[in-house]
């Protein structure tokens, strides 16, 4: 029941945040479930509404489905031809980083090797929403952007690995690198392994049943939903890296849906606004956990973080050992490997809450003392990993100008395509009724009626004198897809002049097919 008012609870902050965010238009959104966040944690009346935080559980029922869907929105194909790039950051620079790390922690500050094994192999994910949040507005070279994601998608299971080998370490006394290494590729290949195999096993059962009469979308939809979770809890059973096996599924779901996407249109469709849908709450969720989470550990360790500063000491040599040893691999191998795209790509390996929950992953391996300290460490960290690219980026990086003009050619669009259709409609014989109604549904594409509209509107619907006959309703629906029509054809004017970017063009043009299948269509009819 915990679990159940606790979710409940933080959808109910994304939910009131991501609505918050949209009258704050300069400040991303996720540091607006940030804040959220933040006050949840501090007022006591909503922060005793929430369970205390459980890695595992996070990890589950939160990662696991949200790496599945980043997976399913990258092509295999990119994938591929980035192997060697991926293998570079989330493999070799983890590897080094934390070899480097964990040697300087131990020789400078005297911290046992174990622990400082952990703390580097903790902070070695990269969270890719975090990052998108450091550069909302901002525009970055596709390269550095391209190599920050890919790198956030594999590098987890190289931490989980090393933070394994550390622990192993700390309790037996000794570090078998070999067993470890053999550990670690048993890990990653299993996990790829594990995830191709099961993947086109439930990509087969869905495309064979998609292509039968027998095929029934509840079904389908559920097992969809299902995979990732299914795929995790097999993979770690056999001991191979969940984490890999989920992001590869989802990798191979991309190759699927793009080749089956007319088999079933309904379908496909409803697939992909579940995984829009789900990224989107996912990712304000996430934000809106670490915020809770970090005023928790602030308020648990006070005490500690007045007696001594020596894990803010700790927190920011950790961050500086890790720019330096990014901007260093950024200066080798990516892109034209020139200062500024090393430092971008060093400042853009942000961290957040994959790191958290691996922090808190090891809670019972750890003294009290100890993992209060780690804890702290890894904070300090998370947050200058946030907070610095956020400065530096508003300097560095161009400002998105695109997507500003992107909002004003869609309203301009938007705009002339209801005049085209309400000039349509005015040039055909109809019944008054008929045409109000149909007007009204025209002006509906802009909001352009207000809420008195709205409720004169509905009680005329709830009221048996005013609802249309059947040929009214019939001569409404032919009405509309005239002013569809006519709407199109202002669109595809505009674009084959190239007065407006096509991506505009095809986004509003998608709108108007949308509107004409809930016209058309009798399962999306409401009257």
Not at 239 to 253: E, F, K, N, P, T
Not at 437 to 447: E, F, K, L, S
């Amino acid at each position: 029941m915990n679990i159940l008012i606790s979710t409940f609870m933080i959808l109910v902050v994304v939910g009131v945040s991501n609505v918050l965010a949209r009258y704050i238009p300069k400040v991303s959104g996720n540091y607006v479930n940030l804040l959220a966040g933040i006050l949840t944690g501090i007022l006591p009346v909503t922060n005793q509404l929430i369970a205390p935080f459980n890695g595992e559980i996070f990890m589950v029922l939160i990662l696991v489905p949200l790496l599945f869907f980043e997976g399913q929105l990258t092509p295999l194909l990119r994938i591929k031809k980035k192997l060697g790039s991926i293998l570079g950051t989330a493999v070799l620079l983890a590897t080094v980083t934390m070899i480097i790390l964990t040697w300087l922690l131990h020789v400078t500050l005297s911290i046992a090797a174990p622990l400082a094994l952990a703390i580097a192999a903790i902070i070695t994910p990269t969270d890719a929403t975090a990052f998108d949040s450091v550069i909302e507005g901002r525009k970055i070279r596709r390269v550095i952007r391209d190599t920050l994601k890919t790198e956030s998608l594999f590098n987890d299971a190289t931490g989980i690995v090393l933070l394994q080998a550390a622990m192993l370490w700390l309790q037996k006394g000794q570090l078998v690198i070999g067993q470890n290494l053999l550990d670690f590729f048993k890990m990653m290949i299993g996990g790829v392994l594990v995830g191709s195999i099961t993947a086109i096993i439930l990509m087969t059962i869905r495309e064979y049943f998609m292509r039968s009469s027998n095929n029934v979308r509840s079904s389908q939809t559920l097992i969809y939903l299902l995979s990732p979770f299914a795929i995790y809890f097999f993979a770690e059973r056999l001991g191979m890296s969940g984490v890999i096996a989920v992001i590869v599924s989802g990798l191979i779901h991309n190759g699927e849906v793009n080749r089956s996407r007319f088999s079933d249109p309904r379908q496909v469709h409803f697939g992909l606004q579940i995984v829009t849908f789900a990224n989107r709450i996912l990712n304000s969720f996430v934000f809106v956990v670490l915020g809770i989470v970090l005023v928790r550990i602030l308020q648990d360790n006070y005490s500690m973080m007045t007696k001594s500063f020596e894990w803010l000491m700790v927190g920011i040599l950790v961050y500086v050992i890790l720019l330096v040893c990014r901007y260093c691999y950024g200066r080798l191998f990516v892109g034209d490997q020139q200062r500024q795209t090393a430092l971008l790509f060093a400042l853009g390996g942000v961290h957040g809450t994959v790191t958290l929950a691996m922090t808190f992953s090891i809670s019972e391996m750890l003294t009290p003392a100890t993992f209060n300290f780690v804890v702290m460490v890894e904070t300090v960290a998370i947050i200058l990993s946030m907070a610095v690219p956020t400065v530096i980026f508003k300097i560095l990086l161009p400002q998105d100008f695109d997507e500003q003009i992107r909002q004003q050619q869609l309203a301009f669009l938007r705009e002339g395509m209801v005049k085209a259709g309400i000039k349509k409609l005015k040039s055909i014989d109809l019944e008054e009724a008929v045409r109000d109604n149909a007007m009204y549904d025209i002006r509906d594409q802009i909001q352009a009626n207000t809420l008195g509209d709205f409720f004169k509107k509905w009680r005329e619907i709830n009221t048996e004198k005013r609802v249309l006959t059947n040929l009214q309703s019939v001569a409404r629906r032919r009405a509309l897809m005239y002013a569809f029509d006519a709407e199109r054809a202002y669109l595809y004017d505009l674009a084959k002049r190239h007065v407006v970017n096509s991506d505009v063009v095809y986004e509003i043009y998608s709108e108007i097919l949308l509107s004409e299948s809930l016209v058309l269509d009798p399962q999306n009819q409401m009257v």
